[in-house]
């Protein structure tokens, strides 16, 4: 079952411009995680944010977690043509590194 | 580097064989994951690993089955293929909580 749902479904923008992107779920977690794919490819783990972590960031990524709201967003700043993709959350409830993803968010930077 | 190797990018075969996707991981990762990935669907959980000769059904098994014989390789076996299990299958390993995907092995089945 799929208990993430991300919001936007579709993103674009122009290179140079911050690309914000959200995550809901609807179950307790241990970890939240961000993956992006590129067309045709497999996904690429991006970063883990954990249920105790709020913020998180790497490189021009940034990643917050609302355990309240069951929520997460990943920001990506100063955006890149190469980072056309697109980007999905998962979700892990210690169910021994299963995950559960969302539907993504198809991201395009236009140069 | 973490390698996940998919034995094939792109398959096409015909409604009734028996088809063989194979996912070789090299670092030692004693879970291991297949999916399919379809538009609107998102990744959906065919069937996991947790180690040699154990497996686990995922949320849509239906019509696959799975094979560990060695802790490295994983194979996916649809017993009879069928023009709905057309789609893009993706193999992952992990040991901590991160997942690593190999590139994908999209299937068509005519």
């Known amino acids: 079952s799929q208990q993430g749902e991300e919001d936007p479904q579709a993103l674009s923008i122009q290179e140079g411009e911050n690309a914000t992107m959200n995550c809901s779920y609807k179950?307790?977690?241990?970890?939240l995680q961000w993956y992006r794919q590129n067309s045709g490819r497999g996904l690429v783990h991006l970063i883990l944010i954990r249920s105790n972590e709020r913020e998180k960031h790497s490189g021009r990524l940034r990643v917050t977690l609302d355990t309240s709201k069951k929520s997460s967003s990943l920001l990506i700043t100063a955006s890149r043509a190469a980072d056309t993709a697109s980007y999905f959350c998962a979700t892990d409830g210690n169910q021994g590194g299963k995950l559960i993803f969302g539907q993504g968010t198809e991201l395009s930077v236009k140069p | 580097d973490v390698k996940v190797t998919q034995s094939s990018r792109y398959l096409v075969k015909r409604t009734g064989e028996k088809v063989f996707l194979e996912c070789v991981q090299d670092?030692?990762?004693?879970?291991m994951f297949w999916y399919r990935q379809d538009p609107g669907l998102g990744l959906r959980l065919i069937y996991f690993?947790?180690?040699?000769?154990?497996?686990e059904k995922g949320d849509i098994p239906e019509g696959y089955s799975v094979s560990r014989e060695k802790k490295e390789r994983f194979s996916l076996i649809l017993e009879s293929a069928s023009t709905n299990q057309t789609s893009m299958y993706l193999c992952?390993?992990?040991?901590?909580?991160?997942?690593?995907f190999g590139p994908g092995t999209r299937l068509t089945v005519l």
């Open positions: 992952a390993s992990s040991f901590a909580r991160g997942q690593y």
């Open positions: 670092m030692d990762h004693e879970n």
């Open positions: 690993s947790y180690d040699v000769k154990m497996k």
């Open positions: 179950t307790s977690i241990n970890n």
